[in-house]
């Protein structure tokens, strides 16, 4: 898409409200709707647009595929953290009131960090699926 | 009186495109249509106060599956094959099927009412106490991330899984490269 300004342009100003969106959509999910799930997909959205307009190459560079891959498993694992940290802490799995001194707060936290995982796994499942699908091409020796 | 509106002129809209869909035989234009479908049901879910799945559909439905359908079909035919099957007994199982949700749905308490039986189980304990004891007011987040820990837990594996499924499945060599590489 070399010679469509306009879309250049116009994916240029999008593309960081997105994102700032995505994240106000994951931190202030515990206030206003929204939450992990719609974050990650939006934020994966974004990244996906990068990729229409400049093309899967220069996708590839801003954001490599092992970062993907990496965030992928992160997330998911930040979750069981969560939970294993309030088993260490001498509560049980997923209990956050123990995470700190009050309970209230550690509720609060917990949700927090357990809402972060699911955002990091659910944009880097959204990218890697839409890699995996545009990096195919129709005959093999124009693969890489 | 203006919600009933506007849902029915959305619905008549979603009825048109599903027909649209069904009708076309170009595989470009049912895509496209299926990403405006997301979007008029994206629109309803606004109407119906369901901001977060509205939000979803909106970028997984009309957004990225959008994408991803768009990806397939570069590398196949844009045109669907013709059925080799008679349509009618297809037809029939989704009249019938339909016939039943629909009379399904006359079985179902009145939309929103706070009398129905979901609505009295844990839910009131949830309202009252969820804001006190997580200090978080968003219920719904509340409700998923605290009380229901356990199934987003479960939640997010299958979304783990998913991609997962997926990388296994598409990140393949080609057999003549893999065999050019090992040289």
């Known amino acids: 898409m070399r010679g469509y300004l306009v879309l250049r342009v116009i994916a240029k100003l999008l593309i960081p409200f997105i994102l700032v969106f995505g994240l106000y959509v994951q931190f202030h ?15 994966a959205a974004a990244v996906i647009f990068h990729a229409l307009i400049f093309g899967l190459p220069r996708t590839r560079r801003v954001v490599p595929e092992w970062v993907v891959e990496t965030t992928v498993a992160a997330g998911l ?6 939970g294993i940290a309030g088993m260490l802490l001498g509560g049980t799995f997923l209990d956050y009131s123990i995470l700190l001194h009050d309970p209230v707060h550690g509720q609060h936290r917990g949700i927090l960090l357990v809402e972060l995982g699911v955002g990091i796994t659910v944009a880097g499942v959204m990218l890697m699926i839409f890699y995996m699908f545009a990096g195919r091409t129709r005959t093999p020796h124009s693969e890489k | 009186m203006t919600t009933t509106l506007i849902n029915t002129v959305l619905l008549l809209m979603m009825a048109a495109t599903a027909i649209g869909i069904v009708r076309s035989r170009n595989l470009f234009a049912v895509v ?81 009412s706070p009398d129905s039986v979901i609505h009295q189980h844990v839910v009131p304990r949830y309202l009252q106490q969820g804001p006190i004891e997580t200090g978080v007011p968003n219920v ?26 997926v990388i296994m499945l598409l990140r393949r060599r080609w057999r003549s490269d893999r065999k050019r590489s090992e040289k």
């Open chain 1, 77 to 82: 694992l930040l979750y069981i953290g969560v």
């Open chain 2, 140 to 165: 719904v987040t509340a409700i998923l991330a605290s009380y229901r820990g356990f199934d987003t837990l479960g939640e997010v594996t299958v979304v783990f899984t998913g991609g997962v499924g």
């Open chain 1, 29 to 43: 999910g515990d206030f206003g709707p929204g939450g992990g799930f719609q974050a990650g997909v939006i934020v």
């Open chain 2, 32 to 112: 496209i249509l299926g990403s405006l479908y997301s979007f008029l049901m994206a629109t309803i879910f606004l109407v119906l106060d369901a901001v977060d799945v509205s939000m979803t559909e909106a970028a997984v439905g009309a957004g990225i599956s959008t994408v991803l359908l768009l990806s397939t079909l570069y590398l196949t035919r844009s045109e669907e094959a013709k059925p080799i099957h008679n349509p009618l007994l297809p037809l029939a199982v989704a009249l019938v099927t339909g016939g039943l949700l629909m009379y399904g749905t006359l079985g179902l308490p009145e939309f929103g």
